[in-house]
């Protein structure tokens, strides 16, 4: 890079500094700029074009193109040269537009007669704005000086549209973080919930991204660079040697935050007249950009190591850590990207509800939010950015709709059905101490899902009649080490003495898949739902079974021990997970220890396979729980974590019942207790079908209970099989419809 293209580009960012200081609405602000930006760089055209909404570009401001064509000249996202730009946060230099793929004529803005084109996007940390777009008559590609001078004036512009300088009339010139935004993501705990927006890592303010003096902004870099690399110095001492996967990571971040190619490429934007935050926030919107394009998993997790080492940098310059002292509002609702499970635990019952930009149906943050009954969206895109502390917000999680600074008839309408599921729950509280007992027909068991001990009063207040499944990979996901036998034994000890004389089933460590360890090695399976977990790890790395076995035999301590082991496949399996408790029950009596007054040992089936599974399984199993989340997703072959086809299958698909129904009469052959576990237990509809094809034990999330008891209550279950029967016998695919009918006909 030349001295004289150096200077240049500092002068064109000090006097676009000049402007911006002038007091002027946004419209003149925009005007100005597009002046200065031509004249600077001697070009006859400079346009500026904004979202107007996520898919619509509006020219906002134009140097050389039709003056009565501002704000009137709109195209799609991916539309012509300009909306390509936007679409892939590249650069476009052509020599001549006409020729390039995707060209579009906009016969309003006489460019006609401009053969050069340069676009660049204004984005800021992977959100679009908007393109900036230089032209002239001669045809010829413009330098990289000129592409990187653009880039930077762009990036000037995209922080200053976050401060608010470019506000004025229309869409695309509205206030940023004003207006009524309407958000979808998918359901991951229902509920409803309304409060004000708390963000766990507030967004990094770049409020001054010129340079006064480019030798101190180089010292102010290359100082926190140096803190930077302390702090991970003082992490990476304080690991232990069982730690070897954050020491992975820890030494990932080091040999970045060393990267000559990283700090000189910021240098060289500070040169450019950037301030050290600016160019710091340059490079991070960069690797972003790239990020959304590379399919490599290696490349894509090295380029968030760097964005996760960029925002440390940024917040030791700015001196906005994620603490910035904003108090937690009254009804906070939790905005953030993603969570891990130690940290929304730490939150806890505090919060009203989550809304994550990311996520899935089954990470760690979901099984959290589920057991502390908190409405849960997840992949909320732009929540992080839309969103600030303390804006009025209201979290649907029984359609995954967030309603961001909602107006007044939404907000109403809102209340209005929150108002109604109140009086649904006084309803179900009145029936809490009775059973659920079907007209004319059998009492149905419900039991709650746990996996905290914070799950625990819900054993009263919800009317359930035990712990079906307690969950307890928890306890491993929240630590950053292998819990101590004595821990676990202590906390299924307090879970026992909670539950009192009510049954709790303890269900040993479900990981992998989507339940990863963060003290486990990942094993980069091509398929996590199919690969190694669950029962799998337990007879792999026999150690920590028999570590939890022995702690669950100790906290019993001569009370009732229910134990079940997950995704089982197939018979052998479960011979040795059963023969390794029976096992441990020797070594315990051995060692002088209080064995349980009983053991029952129990299987999970999750997997097709076992339901045809020898006889001898059936016979030797003390119980079988069907674990429905993983099994319709193996008999449909639908992956519930992707919502391209998981709700393409219905529960009340007839086949589906008819295999579910083999499964009941395997076990009344054998006499071995069954029970239906999982979301669709807590469906009312779903469960009086189950209800009806001979399942008599459900296990739910607590605030399931009361709708499911209530329907139950009013049920002939005779009916609903022979509405079943009759739906088999007229060749319809699902039940539903018919189901739906009935219910509306029982009022």
């Not at 055209?45 to 709109?74: M, N, P, Q, W």
């Not at 922080?159 to 009524?180: D, I």
């Not at 069982?242 to 060393?258: F, N």
Request: hydrophobic share 40%.
């Amino acid at each position: 890079m030349s001295d004289r293209s150096e200077s240049a580009s500092r002068r064109l960012l000090g006097r676009l500094k000049q402007v911006l200081a002038e007091p002027a609405e946004g419209q003149e602000r925009l005007n100005k700029i597009v002046r200065l930006i031509a004249e600077e760089m001697n070009t006859p055209v400079c346009s500026i074009y904004l979202f107007r909404d996520a898919d619509t570009l509006e020219l906002c401001a134009t140097e050389g193109l039709k003056e009565e064509a501002v704000h009137e000249t709109r195209m799609r996202l991916g539309e012509g040269l300009v909306g390509r730009v936007a679409l892939r946060t590249q650069p476009i230099n052509s020599a001549d537009a006409t020729k390039e793929r995707g060209f579009r004529y906009m016969p309003e803005t006489g460019e006609e007669i401009y053969s050069s084109f340069l676009g660049v996007p204004i984005q800021r940390l992977g959100e679009r704005l908007g393109v900036l777009v230089v032209q002239s008559r001669e045809s010829r590609k413009h330098s990289d000086d000129e592409v990187y001078a653009v880039e930077v004036v762009a990036m000037v512009l995209a922080e200053m549209n976050e401060l608010g300088a470019f506000v004025g009339e229309g869409a695309a010139l509205a206030a940023p973080h004003q207006q009524s935004v309407l958000l979808r993501g998918n359901i991951a705990q229902e509920g409803t919930a309304e409060g004000r927006a708390f963000l766990h890592e507030p967004r990094v303010v770049v409020t001054n991204p010129f340079a006064d003096d480019s030798d101190i902004e180089r010292k102010r870099l290359r100082d926190a660079i140096a803190a930077l690399n302390t702090s991970i110095e003082e992490m990476l001492v304080g690991l232990g040697s069982a730690e070897s996967d954050q020491r992975q990571v820890l030494e990932a971040y080091q040999m970045l935050s060393q990267s000559k190619g990283w700090v000189s490429r910021m240098e060289e934007d500070i040169g450019r007249g950037l301030s050290a935050e600016a160019a710091v926030e340059k490079e991070q919107s960069a690797a972003r950009a790239r990020m959304s394009r590379v399919l490599d998993a290696y490349l894509r997790e090295r380029l968030q190591d760097l964005d996760d080492l960029s925002n440390r940098l940024l917040r030791l310059l700015t001196g906005q850590g994620a603490d910035t002292g904003v108090e937690m509002p009254e009804n906070p609702i939790l905005i953030a990207r993603n969570i891990g499970p130690g940290e929304l635990l730490a939150y806890g019952r505090s919060l009203r509800g989550i809304v994550l930009e990311e996520g899935s149906v089954g990470s760690h943050a979901t099984v959290v939010a589920r057991a502390l009954a908190i409405p849960l969206v997840i992949n909320a895109k732009r929540i992080t950015v839309e969103a600030l502390s303390g804006d009025p917000i209201l979290v649907d999680g029984e359609q995954g709709i967030v309603h961001l600074r909602p107006d007044e008839y939404v907000r109403n309408a809102f209340r209005d059905k929150m108002a109604m599921q109140a009086k649904a729950q006084e309803r179900y509280a009145s029936i809490r101490r009775v059973p659920a007992t079907t007209v004319y027909g059998p009492t149905i068991a419900l039991h709650m899902n746990a996996g905290l001990m914070a799950d625990l009063p819900s054993l009263k207040s919800s009317g359930a009649e035990g712990v079906g499944l307690f969950r307890t990979e928890l306890q491993f996901l929240v630590r950053n080490k292998v819990p101590r036998r004595a821990e676990l034994a202590a906390l299924y000890a307090r879970v026992m003495d909670a539950a009192g004389e009510r049954p709790v089933v303890f269900r040993t460590l479900d990981i992998g898949s989507d339940k990863v360890l963060p003290y486990m090695k990942p094993q980069d399976e091509p398929n996590p739902a199919l690969g190694w977990r669950a029962i799998r790890v337990g007879l792999d790395r026999k150690g920590v079974l028999r570590m939890q076995l022995q702690a669950l035999i100790r906290a019993a301590n001569g009370r009732p021990l229910s134990v079940m082991f997950p995704f089982i496949a197939q018979y052998e399996e479960f011979s040795e997970a059963r023969r390794h408790l029976l096992d441990q029950l020797e070594r315990e009596e051995a060692m002088g220890h209080v064995l349980p007054e009983s053991v029952e040992i129990g299987a999970m089936l999750e997997t097709p396979s076992l339901a045809f599974a020898p006889r001898r399984f059936f016979e030797e199993a003390d119980f079988i729980s069907v674990g429905g989340n993983d099994l319709k997703q193996f008999f449909f072959a639908a992956d519930r974590e992707n919502e391209l086809v998981r709700r393409r299958y219905d529960t009340l698909n007839l086949s589906f019942l008819t295999f579910l129904e083999g499964i009941v009469r395997r076990c009344e052959e054998t006499r071995t207790p069954l029970s239906f576990c999982g979301e669709d237990a807590g469906r009312p509809l779903e469960a009086v079908c189950f209800a009806a094809i001979g399942f008599r034990s459900l296990s739910m999330r607590p605030a399931s209970i009361g709708p499911v008891k209530h329907l139950l209550r009013r049920s002939n279950l005779e009916e609903v099989r022979d509405l079943i029967q009759d739906a088999r016998q007229s060749g319809v695919q699902s039940v539903r419809a018919d189901m739906m009918e009935w219910l509306g006909d029982l009022g």
